[in-house]
């Protein structure tokens, strides 16, 4: 998109089309290189188009049983751009041969295997970068996470969960660079290990019925671990006049300090959430005790999800609202329900004011009748954005550079991940 000539003085001239047509044409716009070239014709132009929306975590959703399954040779999951209107999806270029079904999002990297249901590989890969690591393969493998990232830190960990038994019931493992084999976290299954959190030297996940497991691998050659259900702890911090049920409950390494977020339910719908500091457990002792509750994040924002859970700053990545939290519906029915609505795509909750936005589900699957969860935060490594970055200052097209969809944008004016 070329940069359009403006008439001095106002009144006349491009930036004076009205607003609401400059605000339909920019949702339009599917790449991040027409946002921001939109948002440097003038001030008016910039007052009316949304905020580039580059250089913030992406929604990854992944097909479900209820939609027609992909073909083989194809993806399973697909990227999106959290916007509240005309959400648009981002290409992120072709995975490596033969592993296209995804199986989690962490640091940047994707977890893909050959198989959605028995896969003998499993990679992982660096859209960005294009750089894939391989790990050992692990049949039943559900979700794999990562405790950094594999190309800046050679003491990186993955831990991934495996289906047991045939009642939902899953088990962690662990695994280090140069491993030949995956070895057991914890030998007691538990009800899901969907959300999981690297602090201090441990590894803390905590399933649906929020049972909470600590593993300390530095204490011996096997893994310490400690196993609590909090579940009535939670129950009991709401202290508003009528109960509000736990949605959900997540833990996050935010500035230093472990976090629990309690998601309140109102109705059957995300209405508020309460975030508490989780100290350390200690080796014996009472029930785990909750620290202070947090009621202002700083210049940090949480960012939710099935997946990885972490926290991002606003000075950092000026795309996204500071004091706020992200999260994705990923538990909701996305069918048509027997009241012909469709579930949340998203939504995002204001700590300050403690209002909530939502994030409606994509039209382009609502039309096509395709059913797709938001499981995972996409949010690609710095180093990329870098370089699409300097590819803009030098007038180049970021597109040459990287199949990626995606760049670093000036800061002057980015204001919203709410676009």
């Not at 916007?83 to 041969?97: F, N």
């Not at 508490?276 to 940090?300: A, F």
């Not at 012909?340 to 939504?347: G, I, L, R, S």
């Not at 939502?358 to 499981?375: H, V």
Request: net charge neutral; aromatic share 10%.
């Amino acid at each position: 998109m070329k940069r359009l000539r403006t008439t001095a003085g106002g009144g006349s001239g491009w930036s004076a089309l009205p607003g609401d047509l400059l605000e339909q044409i920019s949702g339009y716009l599917s790449t991040d290189a027409d946002h921001l070239h939109i948002h440097q014709v003038c001030a008016p132009w910039r007052a009316c188009t949304p905020s580039p929306s580059a250089f913030r975590p992406w929604i990854l959703a992944r097909w479900t049983a209820r939609s027609p399954p992909p073909a083989p040779s194809s993806c399973n999951y697909s990227v999106w751009l959290p916007r509240r209107h005309l959400q648009r999806e981002v290409g992120i270029g072709a995975p490596p041969a033969g592993v296209p079904y995804c199986c989690g999002a962490s640091r940047g990297w994707l977890a893909l295997t050959d198989n959605a249901s028995s896969p003998t590989r499993l990679v992982l890969w660096d859209p960005a970068s294009g750089a894939e690591v391989h790990l050992p393969p692990l049949p039943g493998v559900i979700q794999v996470f990562l405790s950094a990232d594999p190309l800046a830190s050679p003491d990186w960990m993955a831990v991934a969960s495996q289906r047991y038994g045939n009642m939902g019931a899953q088990k962690p493992f662990f695994c280090r660079p140069g491993d030949a084999a995956w070895s057991v976290l914890c030998d007691r299954p538990t009800a899901g290990v969907d959300r999981v959190a690297f602090h201090g030297g441990r590894i803390y996940y905590m399933d649906w019925m929020h049972v909470l497991v600590v593993c300390d691998l530095n204490r011996g050659p096997a893994p310490h671990v400690q196993i609590r259900n909090i579940s009535g702890h939670i129950s009991r911090l709401c202290s508003c006049d009528r109960y509000h049920g736990i949605r959900r409950a997540h833990m996050v390494s935010c500035a230093g300090d472990l976090l629990l977020v309690v998601l309140r339910n109102d109705s059957g719908h995300p209405s508020f959430a309460e975030i508490y500091k989780l100290e350390s457990p200690p080796e014996r002792g009472p029930p785990l005790e909750l620290g202070d509750r947090v009621t202002d994040l700083g210049n940090h924002s949480l960012f939710l999800a099935r997946g990885e859970n972490f926290a991002l700053s606003a000075k950092e990545f000026p795309a996204i609202r500071r004091n706020h939290i992200y999260g994705l519906e990923f538990d909701g029915n996305y069918s048509r329900n027997y009241d012909h609505a469709w579930p949340d795509w998203a939504f995002v909750f204001d700590l300050g004011s403690g209002t909530l936005k939502k994030i409606p589900y994509p039209g382009e699957f609502r039309d096509e009748g395709s059913n797709w969860q938001p499981l995972f935060w996409l949010c690609l490594r710095s180093q990329f954005m870098r370089k699409q970055q300097n590819a803009l200052s030098r007038n180049e097209d970021p597109a040459t550079l990287s199949s990626a969809a995606g760049v670093e944008v000036f800061r002057d004016g980015i204001q919203s991940i709410i676009c």
